[in-house]
Structure formats: structure tokens, C-alpha cells
């Protein structure tokens, strides 16, 4: 959730810290620190709000040093204020920046006061400084104060921890939340994502659950959770500094949007050929498990359980192979029925999803045939810890509403699909069309782009609504349920999707002549069922919105707005192309209502609390 910067180097770190918080803002941007150690003492400003506060701060009163931390938060104890920002410290000694969340800070707090610490905030934060000043004065350096210290922490967090008295080592530890090393020559960095680390360097170490680390300007030491001195593979960045700036679009939300053509091909690309799914686009051994699979269980929070839903009918129209889907956070607790050959996968942007990776991890002792994600970030936890991967190669997605995140996980599912059918009895004619159809979409993305216009002019008609409703039938209920969420996301518009058919059990009820009524009509076998469920939204006066295949017969009258796709769409390529004009007529609609399109209140990009 939260974004966090560290550097020790001979220069100035004040501005590689601020230029790490700005590209970790999509992460949270509730308030913003920054804490170095300049002649001799801790230094810190913190503001709330966004980073640009944090930087107005600096410009009035500079730091300036050769150690620092920095974090960019998402509130989860206590509210967005000055107090409860991090850096967190303890009598001007200790300095944290955490992500996660500790649950027994409360009963380690309450200690605490009893040995007469003081807390200025209400976070769980605090009780980390607090606790690592007090071990070390029972004796010891640094290092060992931060081991004692997180023996005794429950819950998940990343720490990275800076002494006043001993500046030129950073010390971080892993436990459910990401943190990578940076390597530079005579100096090093540290944060919680790759990203804010692109401008100074492409070398990366990866710390692995459990993992401590010592950094400093000429070396890099870890040790294990069994405190063996371990080494870490080095990795190189294939991301380009470039990759997360907004460049010609006014949000990156839109940039997102208009990158979905290349990042879909790219998700394609090589994992095709005559004709056919490769196996080895899903790893060593996968031709294995997806020969054995006679079930599949797939586990995901917000979009990417929509793409999961998504997939559940492919799977099943296509490989005739039972597939359930879940939320990641209601999965782990309940008691699962794991069935026969069973493949568990997950699905997630960031990799970092505290309930998707909980659940991978549940899943490895409940006798799965095997875990597989689908995901975007290569060293990412749920790549590392599922025995077969299937990276969608989306790039960086900065902006909180996913999109092109979307759209290329469902890219994913459809080659599983095919390749997963392929063993229960697809044709092979039939898998070369399917593949055939994979590889028109980023032409055909490139086609419904060009809607942007006409989509931007009927968003005028919600600007000054405060409820929408979409429907879907089949597979486009889902679709359904991704636009209403983009829609609530970054409008603030109150939307919710249902699947056509249910309109006359409920929903009905809401609709009259300020309802705006969302839905896409593709040519398939629904399109009658769809038309009469229209109908009765028209009778109680419910404005529709249809975006509609060329080939369907649907007419603009009064009530009926309908938006015509640029060429006929076949069903399995429908859920991605008819997503992008609700991905459009979102993003317009948050436009014009004045709201930020890419940070929205109370959300933050990668979900790593519970």
C-alpha cells in the first residue's frame, strides 16, 4: 500500500528521496515524510496530503545529507495528519518508515508506556521506533535492536530503520510486504517498488520473506529468518525511467488506456504459433498440470476478480472444466472443498495482494494440483511463490483505476483457455480460430479508441448524475461489474452492475428518468434476452446508454443512446474490446466532474494490508 524511499551515498539524497516518493504516490497519498540525519541530528518534515505539500515544505526549509528515508502513506492507524505521517521516531535517536500493518501493536504499546515511552500518533508505526530504541539500550548495535525487535512483531510489514548515531547504515526487514535494494557505485538505495528507484539505477536485490538487511554505501548484507548470512540474486530492470511519466496525456489513467493495444500484444507476443498455444508460455512443467487439470479455482480481489469471473465462463464453455471464483479475502476464511486435479490461481496486478498472496500461501498445504498467478510484476511475491507463471507484461500501471492491468489479464486467461481446452478435447481447427482472434485484438483495440470522442461527448450526460446502473448478460456481466467500478472509482458516481435477467428482482425499483442505465449489446446469443430486460427500463422512463455491434438492431430514440463498435466483434474477443468504452466513458465522466482522475480518495494502487 504505502510507497517507501531510503539512500545512503556521498551526494545529497534530499532529492533522489523526493523524486522516489513522487513515482511511489500512486501507492498512497495521504501524507508524506522525509527524515535524514544532518549534522549530527535527525531531521523530518511531514505534511498531509500528497507529495507536492512535502516539497513545498523542503523548498521553504531544505535538508540536506547523505543518509536519508522517505515514505508516501495510505492510512490504516489513525487518520491522515501531520502526527500520524511517517518517518516515525524515537527520542530523537531511531527512525522508521513501515508498510503494513503490526496486529499486536496495542499490547506491545501498552509496555511500552509502562517503561515510560511517550507516543505522539495513533499508528502501529510508532511501536516499532519505540521498541527497537528500547533494545538498544539494553546492549547491542543496530542490527540486532531491529532482529529483537521484529521477534516480537505479528503481522506484515516492511521496515527500513536509520539511526542518528549510526547514519551510514539503513537496516530493512520483510514480512508480507515488498522491499528491494538499488544498486549504484558508492552508494545504494532502497524502496518498496522498483519504480522509484528507475532514475538512479537498474540493478536490483530482492529481499525474500523473512529477510534482514544491512545497507550501505559500499556493501549490501542479508540474512535469512533463521539468521544465516544468505546472497541474493541481482536483477536487472527491463522498465525505463521514462515508463511511469504521463508524457503527451493529461492523466496516466488515459495514458493506461491508450497503451492497452501494445500491452496486449506484448502479453501475446511469442506465447503464439502456427496456430496454437505454446505451453511453455506457462513454465517448466506446465504441459504436466494442465494435461492433469480436471478443475480450476481461481482467486483475486476487485478487477482482477473480474477478469477471474471473466475467465470462468471461457473455461467452461470452452474447456468443459468446472472453474469457481473467489475473493481473495473471503477465501481465506472459510473451510474449502479442494476438488480432484484441482490448479489454484491467482490473479494480480502488483503481486503483493496481502489476501491473494495469503490465500496462494494457504492453498500450498490444502492439496492443489498446482498454484499458478497471473501477473504483472516479474518480481513480485506471487510470482515467486506459485509453481507456474504467466506474466501479462502490461508495463508500469500508475494510475489507481486499473485498466490496461485488466485487459491484459484477460489476454492471460484466454491463452490459458485455449491451452488448458487443447487437453479436454478442442479441435485443433478450433484452437486456430480462437488464436486467430487473439491476434486481430490490438488492431481491433486501436478501432475502439477511436470512439474516444463520441464516448467523451455522451459522458455530458453524467456529469451531474449521482447513481448509475449497469447491465450485462453472459460474459458481459462481468464486464458489467468492472465499469461500474471504474465508474464509483474516479467519478465518486455511485454505480453498481447487474446482470440483466435480474433487473425484475430488485433493481427495477430504482430506475426512473435520472437513471442512467450502462450496458453492451454484442451480437451473441443473449442479444434477444438483453433487448426485452432493455425494454423494461425504457418503460419506467430509465435513460439508456448502449454501446452495440454494428450488426445489432438498436436504434437512438428518445431514452436511447447507442454507440455503435467500429467492426463486428466476436464473443471471445468481446469482454476485452467492450470494456475499453466503459474505461472511456468513466475516465470522461471524472473529468468532468472535477475529480482526481489518477490518486482517487481513500484508494491506493497496490493493496498490501489486509
Given amino acids: ?261 501494445e500491452a496486449v500484444a506484448n502479453t501475446l507476443a511469442e506465447r503464439m504459433g502456427d496456430g496454437r498455444v505454446l505451453d511453455a508460455a506457462f513454465g517448466p512443467g506446465a504441459k504436466d498440470v494442465l494435461e492433469r487439470t480436471g478443475a480450476v479455482h481461481i482467486v483475486a480481489c476487485g478487477t482482477s476478480y473480474h477478469a477471474g469471473l471473466i475467465a470462468k465462463y471461457w473455461i467452461e464453455e470452452h474447456c468443459a472444466v468446472p472453474c469457481s471464483v473467489e475473493i481473495a479475502s473471503e477465501y481465506r476464511y472459510r473451510t474449502v472443498v479442494v476438488p480432484n486435479d484441482c490448479l489454484f490461481i491467482t490473479i494480480s496486478q502488483s503481486g503483493e495482494t496481502a489476501d491473494t498472496l495469503a490465500a496462494v500461501r494457504a492453498a500450498k498445504d490444502m492439496g492443489y494440483l498446482a498454484t499458478m498467478t497471473i501477473c504483472n510484476v516479474p518480481e513480485s511475491s506471487l510470482v515467486r511463490e506459485s509453481d507456474l507463471v504467466l506474466m501479462t507484461r502490461a508495463g508500469p500501471e500508475i494510475g489507481v483505476a486499473s485498466t490496461k492491468a485488466f485487459t491484459t489479464q484477460l489476454a492471460a486467461l484466454s491463452l490459458l483457455t485455449i491451452a488448458l481446452g487443447r487437453y479436454r478435447g478442442m479441435s485443433v481447427e478450433r484452437e486456430r480460430q480462437l488464436v486467430t482472434m487473439l491476434y486481430a485484438l490490438p488492431e481491433m483495440i486501436e478501432q475502439v479508441l477511436t470512439l474516444d470522442d463520441a464516448i467523451k461527448q455522451m459522458a455530458e450526460e453524467f456529469a451531474e448524475r449521482n447513481h448509475a446502473l449497469f447491465l450485462g448478460r453472459g460474459v458481459q456481466n462481468p464486464v458489467a461489474m468492472e465499469g461500474a467500478l471504474k465508474l464509483k472509482e474516479i467519478s465518486y458516481i455511485h454505480a453498481e452492475a447487474y446482470p440483466a435477467g435480474e433487473l425484475k428482482h430488485g433493481p427495477l425499483a430504482l430506475v426512473d428518468e435520472d437513471m442512467p442505465v450502462v450496458t453492451v449489446a454484442p451480437g451473441d446469443s443473449l442479444l434477444e434476452k438483453l433487448k426485452s430486460n432493455l425494454q423494461e427500463v425504457r418503460a419506467r422512463k430509465g435513460q439508456l446508454f448502449v454501446f452495440a455491434d454494428p450488426q445489432v438492431e438498436f436504434e437512438d430514440a428518445e431514452g436511447i443512446h447507442v454507440l455503435r463498435m467500429p467492426a463486428h466483434i466476436e464473443d471471445f474477443q468481446a469482454p476485452i474490446l467492450y470494456t475499453i468504452p466503459l474505461q472511456l466513458l468513466s475516465y470522461h465522466v471524472a473529468v468532468l466532474k472535477g475529480t482526481d482522475v489518477d490518486q482517487p480518495r481513500n484508494l491506493a494502487k497496490s493493496v498490501t494490508v489486509e
Wanted: with cysteine; aromatic share 4%.
Fill in 1 to 261: 500500500m504505502c510507497g517507501i524511499v531510503g539512500a545512503v551515498a556521498e551526494r545529497n539524497v534530499v532529492p533522489i528521496l523526493m523524486e522516489g516518493l513522487r513515482r511511489l504516490e500512486y501507492r498512497g497519498y495521504d501524507s508524506a515524510g522525509i527524515a535524514v540525519v544532518d549534522g549530527g541530528s535527525l531531521q523530518q518534515h511531514r505534511r498531509v496530503g500528497k507529495v507536492a505539500r512535502l516539497q513545498a515544505a523542503l523548498d521553504e526549509a531544505p535538508l540536506r545529507a547523505g543518509s536519508g528515508i522517505a515514505h508516501t502513506r495510505w492510512a490504516t492507524h489513525g487518520v491522515p495528519s501531520e502526527c500520524n505521517a511517517h518517518p516515525h521516531q524515537s527520542s530523537d535517536t531511531i527512525t522508521v518508515v513501515h508498510n503494513g500493518i503490526i496486529e499486536n501493536h496495542l499490547e506491545l504499546k501498552a509496555e511500552l508506556i509502562d517503561l515510560g515511552y511517550e507516543f505522539l500518533s495513533d499508528t502501529d508505526t510508532e511501536v516499532i521506533a519505540h521498541r527497537i530504541h528500547h533494545h538498544l539500550k539494553s546492549g547491542g548495535d543496530l542490527p540486532s535492536a531491529v532482529t529483537a525487535t521484529i521477534a516480537e512483531l505479528k503481522g506484515a510489514y516492511a521496515l527500513v530503520v536509520m539511526s542518528r548515531d549510526d547514519p551510514g547504515r539503513l537496516i530493512l526487514a520483510r514480512c508480507g510486504c515488498p522491499v528491494v535494494v538499488g544498486l549504484g557505485i558508492g552508494e545504494n538505495f532502497v524502496a518498496s517498488d522498483v519504480a522509484a528507484l528507475l532514475p538512479v539505477t537498474r540493478q536490483f536485490i530482492f529481499l525474500e520473506e523473512g529477510d534482514i538487511g544491512i545497507v550501505t554505501r559500499s556493501d549490501v548484507t542479508i540474512h535469512d529468518q533463521g539468521g544465516q548470512k544468505v546472497e541474493r540474486p541481482v536483477s536487472e530492470s527491463q522498465l525505463s525511467a521514462d515508463a511511469t511519466e504521463r508524457g503527451r496525456f493529461r492523466h496516466f489513467m488515459l495514458k493506461e488506456i491508450y497503451e492497452q493495444a
